[in-house]
T-cell receptor, first 110, second 118 residues
Framework: GQQVMQIPQYQHVQEGEDFTTYCNSS?????IQWYKQRPGGHPVFLIQ?????EVKKQKRLTFQFGEAKKNSSLHITATQTTDVGTYFC??????????FGTGTSLTVIP | DGGITQSPKYLFRKEGQNVTLSCEQN?????MYWYRQDPGQGLRLIYY???????QKGDIAEGYSVSREKKESFPLTVTSAQKNPTAFYLC?????????????????FGNGTRLTVT
């Protein structure tokens, strides 16, 4: 069945360092979404990528969708303590199910 | 304000008892979902529903049941057949459940219910 793998599972960085999390799907995706879950909270939608090779930016966050639409990455430049949380990717084919990655838990050390 | 309400936030049950988790949305979304979250395993889909009176099993439906009698409500029952029910349960909704394009409506999540079964 559909699988979305995400690495790393945990990442500790000093404040100001960069951070990247990667998602890989076993099958071609129609789109991929990214969510952030703060400690004790619920996932909140960040962005959706649809096109092959697409790159989108939100301030210090850069999202990429691979050319083959099977992988994606989220890069945060100059992390801040407000970036703490778990970042999930969620892949979808043209249907109704979202296949979530296992998440990357980011800790930012002040 | 529109949103998704899950209740209760914490729930404790004895083994062998069925328990129902509530999920209500006033976003007028067509699709609703139930996910289970365990440490290190991400979110796993239990059931989803695209329209009233219709629902489909997700990847881990065994030991769970749902109903969708109203558009706004999608309760989840954790039955005694669920072997490892202790978990964090998240309900979500999206504007359209079935997409023929490459775009999918984002999921809006409730605050979750943390179920502990002893």
């Amino acid at each position: 069945g559909q699988q979305v793998m995400q690495i790393p599972q945990y990442q500790h960085v000093q404040e100001g360092e960069d951070f990247t999390t990667y998602c890989n799907s076993s099958t071609t995706l129609s789109n991929i979404q990214w969510y952030k879950q703060r400690p004790g909270g619920h996932p909140v939608f960040l962005i959706q990528l649809v096109k092959s090779g697409e790159v989108k930016k939100q301030k210090r966050l850069t999202f990429q969708f691979g050319e083959a639409k099977k992988n994606s990455s989220l890069h945060i430049t100059a992390t801040q303590t407000t970036d703490v949380g778990t970042y999930f990717c969620a892949g979808s084919n043209t249907g109704n199910q979202f296949y979530f990655g296992t998440g990357t838990s980011l800790t930012v050390i002040p | 304000d529109g949103g998704i309400t899950q209740s209760p936030k914490y729930l404790f049950r004895k083994e062998g008892q069925n328990v129902t988790l509530s999920c209500e949305q006033n976003l007028n979304h067509d699709a609703m979902y139930w996910y289970r979250q365990d440490p290190g395993q991400g979110l796993r889909l239990i059931y989803y529903s695209q329209i009233v009176n219709d629902f489909q099993k997700g990847d881990i439906a065994e030991g769970y049941s749902v109903s969708r009698e109203k558009k706004e409500s999608f309760p989840l029952t954790v039955t005694s057949a669920q072997k490892n029910p202790t978990a964090f349960y998240l309900c979500a909704s999206s504007r359209t459940g079935h997409s023929r394009s490459s775009y999918n409506s984002p999921l809006h999540f409730g605050n979750g219910t943390r179920l502990t079964v002893t």
